[in-house]
């Protein structure tokens, strides 16, 4: 199956400090228009799709990844996104790198090999408290 993707990298003046989630709250409440973005809509609740838009903070730059219609949206948008306001900081967006292909998903006959490039740690909400109430480190 091919997917079209887009990649965009938010070069700001300086490394952002807050996470992913910071920069989708700021995305999706400047661009409330477009449900994909946060996943939020007025009359029904949520949206229970496979997140179509996915927001990365590596090594201090900001990143938006678009699947599909996200992909269409992020191109829409992204003229229009030219400081961050994260948090209590305020970023100004020197330039936007846009990197579009089509891209081959599904199953392959070798093995591929990935590394997470960010932390990340499968919990729900009642699971994640539980964990940050540990203090031991040999028990995290």
Known sequence: MTLKTL?????????????????RGYIAGRFKQYPILHHHLEEAGYLYTYPRIQYKQIEGTPLVLGIEEGADIL??????????KLGKSVYKVKSIQMTQMNAEFGPCRENNHYKFVVHWLALNPANYERYKGINDWKEK
């Open 7 to 23: 990649v965009l990298i938010l070069n700001t003046e300086r490394p952002i400090k807050e996470d992913a989630a910071k920069l």
């Open 75 to 84: 191109k829409k948008i992204s003229d229009e996104i030219e400081e961050l």
